[in-house]
């Protein structure tokens, strides 16, 4: 009775970290066009480019194929915000994929998606990116060998839990952290650029030399090496979660995605020929932290501050995800599709206790059981699978309902290039180098009917799990959140 007399008493305050981006925006009361695009860039440019230029040179086989495949990764990201901004416009609500999928299909596909990612694709990307910042972390302790793996993923289990306690205590310690870390991120990859446009201008481009020599021709290995590049495009449909705060969002989204996706698709390519100036392909396919051995070659005894930067870089770029990660959980469960327990927020710190504590407890899991380039080529197999049924729902509306009103309309042929790039990053692995893996991820996600036909279709709500959410309640101090509190 305490917690909901002060739920009561204090609707105004009694706000979620799940959604605080949101407040912070509402704060400001608008989101502009220069905003929008640091939003847009500052989520794109994480960890990936630290991790995934080696893995993508890995399945191509040579410099200049695995240069064409960050080249096309960028265009289809740009493709597919694109599409995005459509049903951006259509749809003016907050939510992604979520709110676009239930809006369109209805409530069994959007509970499905929403069941999906909050138990495994959210916690698989804050894996990911922890495992990353363990490996810069810690790459300064073990110089001229590759560091131990228990050693990283301790290291990246440390970050899990650390940032659940900012995230847990203080909404403003955990924004705070993920602007001062921003910076850190751009010094990095300026310094490589730089550092690059140097090398080349001295003449070392052996890398680039028979560029294509032994380039493979696999569709599975391709489509795995597309995965590793998309995981560092990953945040372009960002700005759709925020579709509510926009000012002018016909106008905005377009635009912001136009001017952010080619600035960071030029600043990856700058960055990957700097990689392939300063390395043999050889020496980084070897390289477990491939900024850290350029930082070696190029800098000197000045090295350590790469290996520093890319730290600070991927920790902020870890917090920013678990500190985002909770929005579709929050709003799945304003919907009804998810637990009451994950919509409630602290009475005191006034924080999504139980769904910060449920995605750092199932990302922990993943650490444990996964290395990065596994749990990148998981998360992205469930991501496109997902937005090929966002994109598809994008050309029924084209079809179907073109007298819906619409300020801005991308050609038909964008989302008809995004879905079938969809489809061909959903099923070449499977035809190619089928996986047992693959098939349990398919089970999960069908597995989500046995839970939403009693629970979300038929609303059967038992007594004991009714019991069990008051029991943790008490426990950790939660109550509900206001349905219209974002």
Same mark, same amino acid.
């Given at each position: 009775s ?6 009561t ?5 009694l ?7 949101k ?13 929008g695009v640091s939003?847009?860039?500052?989520t794109? +440019? ?15 086989? *040579? ?6 495949? @960050?080249a096309?990764?960028?265009l289809l990201?740009?493709? /597919?915000a694109?599409?995005y901004?459509?049903?951006?416009t +259509? +749809?003016?609500?907050?939510?992604g ?6 809006r369109?299909?209805?409530?069994f596909p ?5 069941y ?10 804050l ?5 990353s ?11 001229g060998? %590759? ?12 970050? +899990?839990l ?5 995230n ?10 993920? *602007? ?13 650029v ?8 001295k003449?070392?481009t ?9 380039t ?36 905005t ?5 136009m ?6 698709t030029?600043? !990856?390519?700058?960055v990957?020929?700097?990689?392939l ?37 991927t920790?902020?770029?870890? *917090?920013?995800?678990f500190? %985002? /990660? ?13 637990p ?22 199932m990302?922990?899991?993943m ?6 380039t ?5 998360f992205?197999?469930?991501? @496109? ?8 729902g994008?050309?029924?509306?084209k ?17 008809i290039?995004v879905?079938?790039?969809?489809? !061909? ?6 035809i190619d ?8 991820i ?7 009917i046995?839970f !939403?036909f ?21 426990l950790?101090e939660?109550?509900p959140?206001t349905?219209?509190?974002n």
């Amino acid at each position: 009775s305490t917690m909901m007399e002060r739920k009561t008493t204090d609707p105004l305050h009694l706000s979620t970290d799940l959604n605080e981006e949101k407040e912070k925006l509402r704060l400001k009361q608008e989101v502009s066009l220069i905003s929008g695009v640091s939003l847009i860039a500052g989520t794109m +440019i994480g960890s990936g480019i630290f991790m995934s230029p080696e893995w993508v040179l890995h399945h191509m086989g *040579n410099p200049a194929s695995s240069l064409l495949i @960050w080249a096309a990764c960028g265009l289809l990201a740009m493709f /597919g915000a694109l599409s995005y901004a459509e049903l951006g416009t +259509i +749809i003016k609500e907050s939510g992604g994929e979520y709110i676009y999928i239930l809006r369109t299909f209805g409530s069994f596909p959007a509970f499905l998606f929403a069941y999906t990612s909050v138990i495994l694709v959210r916690p698989a990307g804050l894996a990911a990116v922890c495992l990353s910042f363990a490996e810069y972390a810690i790459a300064p302790f073990y110089p001229g060998c %590759s560091s131990p793996q228990v050693a990283i993923k301790c290291t990246a289990a440390a970050c +899990i839990l650390i940032l659940t306690i900012i995230n847990c205590l203080n909404v403003r310690l955990a924004t705070s952290v993920m *602007n001062i870390f921003t910076a850190a991120k751009l010094l990095a990859l300026l310094v490589i650029v730089v550092g690059g446009l140097v090398l080349l201008a001295k003449g070392q481009t052996q890398s680039f030399q028979n560029g294509f020599q032994g380039t493979t021709a696999g569709i599975g290995a391709v489509g795995v090496a597309f995965y590793q590049g998309l995981w560092s495009y990953d945040g372009w449909n960002n700005l759709n979660y925020v579709t509510e705060e926009l000012k002018k969002p016909e106008v905005t989204l377009p635009r912001a995605l136009m001017i952010a996706i080619p600035l960071v698709t030029c600043l !990856y390519l700058l960055v990957n020929l700097s990689y392939l100036a300063a390395m043999t392909p050889s020496e980084l396919l070897s390289s477990g932290a491939v900024a850290v051995t350029w930082g070696d070659k190029v800098l000197g005894s000045w090295a350590w501050l790469i290996s520093l930067s890319v730290a600070l870089s991927t920790f902020g770029s870890s *917090n920013g995800t678990f500190f %985002s /990660g909770g929005r579709v959980c929050y709003i799945a469960a304003r919907e009804g599709h998810m637990p009451d327990i994950l919509s409630m927020a602290h009475v005191r710190c006034l924080t999504p206790f139980p769904a910060l504590l449920f995605t750092s407890a199932m990302s922990l899991i993943m650490i444990i059981s996964g290395s990065f380039t596994s749990i990148v080529n998981f998360f992205s197999f469930m991501a @496109w699978l997902f937005y090929g049924m966002t994109i598809s729902g994008l050309l029924y509306l084209k079809i179907k309902k073109p007298e819906l009103p619409r300020s801005y309309k991308v050609p038909i042929i964008i989302p008809i290039i995004v879905l079938m790039a969809a489809v !061909y990053l959903v099923l070449a692995p499977i035809i190619d180098q089928p996986q047992v893996e693959i098939l349990y991820i398919v089970l999960f996600i069908f597995s989500g009917i046995i839970f !939403y036909f009693p629970l979300v279709r038929f609303k059967w709500h038992p007594h004991f799990l009714q019991r069990v959410t008051l029991q943790l309640q008490l426990l950790l101090e939660v109550a509900p959140t206001t349905k219209d509190a974002n």
